[in-house]
């Protein structure tokens, strides 16, 4: 079975771009967040997709998973503080959704994470407000 492809100009759209962004500080916005379960599937995790705001990554996106709801205390812990890093970016210290966080510009400072088996990844490190200096 094919698929009718009349009307599309390949000129006329940009290629996506999967690479990864260089380490460093970017403005952004939360644009999705969902509730899924862990591979495990004994807790659940809030993941997040993120859209650059400015400079030359604009409207790329970055994901990062909070393991809210898992059974390591450890893992939660960790979770719940960036949870709180990203409240008091955006301000919004008692949401009661996730979407009270959407479509709020902060502040994260992300890292690449180096991988042998896999391709290499950004990993958030940081949530700070908008107007926050760089680290």
């Not at 000129?11 to 962004?21: E, H, I, K, R």
């Not at 812990?77 to 966080?101: E, F, W």
């Not at 690449?112 to 949530?127: H, L, P, Q, T």
Request: proline share 5%; with cysteine.
């Amino acid at each position: 079975m094919s698929g009718n492809l009349s009307g599309f100009d390949a000129n006329n759209v940009q290629p996506s771009d999967f690479d990864v962004l260089p380490a460093g500080e970017y403005e952004v916005v939360i644009v999705k967040s969902e509730k899924k379960a862990t591979k495990s599937g004994n807790g659940a995790m809030l993941s997040l997709e993120l859209q650059v705001l400015n400079g030359p990554y604009q409207n790329r996106k970055l994901f990062d998973n909070l393991n809210l709801w898992n059974q390591s205390e450890t893992a939660a812990k960790i979770a719940k503080a960036s949870l709180s890093a990203i409240c008091r970016a955006v301000g919004v210290m008692t949401p009661n959704d996730s979407t009270d966080l959407h479509n709020k510009p902060l502040r994260v400072k992300v890292k690449v994470e180096k991988s042998d088996e896999y391709d290499d990844r950004n990993k958030i490190v940081a949530y700070k407000p908008r107007n926050a200096g760089p680290q």
